[in-house]
DNA sequence: ATCTTAATAT
DNA sequence: TATATTAAGA
């Protein structure tokens, strides 16, 4: 007990976007647990349901076949389990963040929009009992979701409960590049946290998550800027301006109503859309994948993300489209709206 | 009100 | 190490 398992979509061909992943790591008294759900999975919605008999029923009646048992949640996940081990043993991946230097890349890819982080529904805390997540949208016109996935196990825990405390999310390669994916459609101008969390449509993400990340992100790019030119092994060949299609220009608010919806999450049909992309704009898209920003490290030798078609790899982000300047250290200045004055 | 940054905590 | 949390400034 104690090893939960969830399944995401799984797409054979068709998806143009891809992924999801996300681990949720526990740590209250000291001892860590990570949890991993597989990506890559079929769904139930693509295998063939189990819930449904295999056997037609004229057919089944023909031979006297006892129809199956139902199904439960219980089975489709030890189900699933299964074919998760073939799936590993296959060469699908698998991270945990500790020392494994050597990483791997898959090829491997599926999965649509709504990507789910789910909290670890642990309480045991000391104190701190009210947090009030307010979910607030935007004029981005992002879908509302609620669905929390089926989290089957023999815990049930409502999963609708905004006051669970989030365990340490794993910024995987996968919602690291929804997040890059992300940023680099907005714009670095309106890539703000809380933007950014509702554009990636990840249930579970917080604003703090993303702002954490962004912070590390930023400063990753800045690095990545001084060295430009410079390295010990020499594999920088990250300049590639990306004209980031600044078709997103919100004015704070009011706007209503414009084709922004990433996809809806909830629990039904599939969302199709990798990113916002208004306009069918080239797409300068930006791919990539990189060594987690924390020092060229972690994935060394970098990983591709290979999506329908395009290439993962030549970074292609360069924060220099500023709107004044390019550096940021205190305060870029903005146009200059909202008076930062009460 | 939210963002940004640095420092610090887990 | 990666991520979270917080404080202070804008």
Redesign the pocket.
Same mark, same amino acid.
Request: charged fraction near 25%; avoid cysteine; proline fraction near 5%.
């Given at each position: 007990m104690g090893e939960e398992v969830k399944i995401s979509e799984f797409e054979v061909n068709g998806g143009d976007d891809e992924e999801a992943t996300a681990v949720v790591d526990d740590?209250?008294d000291g001892d860590q647990r990570v949890l991993e759900w597989e990506i890559g999975l079929p769904n139930c919605d693509d295998l063939t349901p189990l819930s449904q008999s295999l056997i037609p029923p004229e057919l089944a009646s023909a031979f006297s076949i006892s129809p199956e048992p139902r199904r439960t949640a219980l089975d489709v996940n030890r189900a699933s389990h299964d074919t998760l081990s073939s799936l590993r043993s296959s060469g699908a991946h698998f991270f945990t963040?500790n020392n494994n230097k050597t990483n791997n890349n898959n090829n491997l890819r599926s999965l649509n929009d709504p990507m789910v982080v789910e909290p670890e529904g642990d309480g045991s805390g000391s104190g701190s009992g009210s947090e009030s997540k307010k979910m607030?949208k935007t004029d981005v016109g992002i879908a509302e979701e609620a669905d929390s996935a089926v989290r089957t196990t023999e815990n049930s825990e409502d999963p609708s409960a905004r006051t669970l405390?989030?365990?340490?999310?794993?910024?995987?390669p996968q919602l690291?590049k929804r997040f890059v994916d992300v940023v680099a459609h907005l714009g670095i101008k309106n890539?703000?946290?809380?933007?950014i969390m509702q554009l990636m449509n990840v249930e579970g993400l917080?604003?703090?998550?993303v702002? &954490?990340?962004?912070?590390?992100y930023?400063?990753y790019l800045k690095r990545m800027q001084g060295l430009s030119n410079e390295g010990p092994s020499a594999s920088d060949q990250l300049f590639a301006s990306t004209p980031v299609p600044q078709s997103l220009h919100e004015s704070g608010s009011g706007g209503g109503g414009n084709g922004l919806v990433v996809g809806g999450a909830n629990g039904n049909g599939h969302v199709g859309m990798p990113i916002p992309m208004p306009s069918g704009a080239p797409a300068p898209l930006v791919p990539v994948a990189m060594p987690?920003?924390?020092?060229m490290?972690?994935y060394q030798g970098g990983y591709n993300h290979q999506q329908n078609g395009y290439e993962a790899n030549s970074y292609g982000m360069q924060p220099r489209d500023w709107p004044g300047g390019n550096k940021?250290? &205190?305060?870029?200045s903005f146009p200059n709206h909202?008076d930062?004055k &009460?």
């Open positions: 740590e209250d963040n607030r405390k989030r365990q340490r999310l794993v910024w995987t690291d890539a703000v946290p809380k933007t917080t604003r703090e998550n702002a &954490s990340h962004l912070q590390k930023r400063l987690m920003y924390g020092h490290g972690m940021y250290g &205190s305060v870029a909202m930062p &009460s």
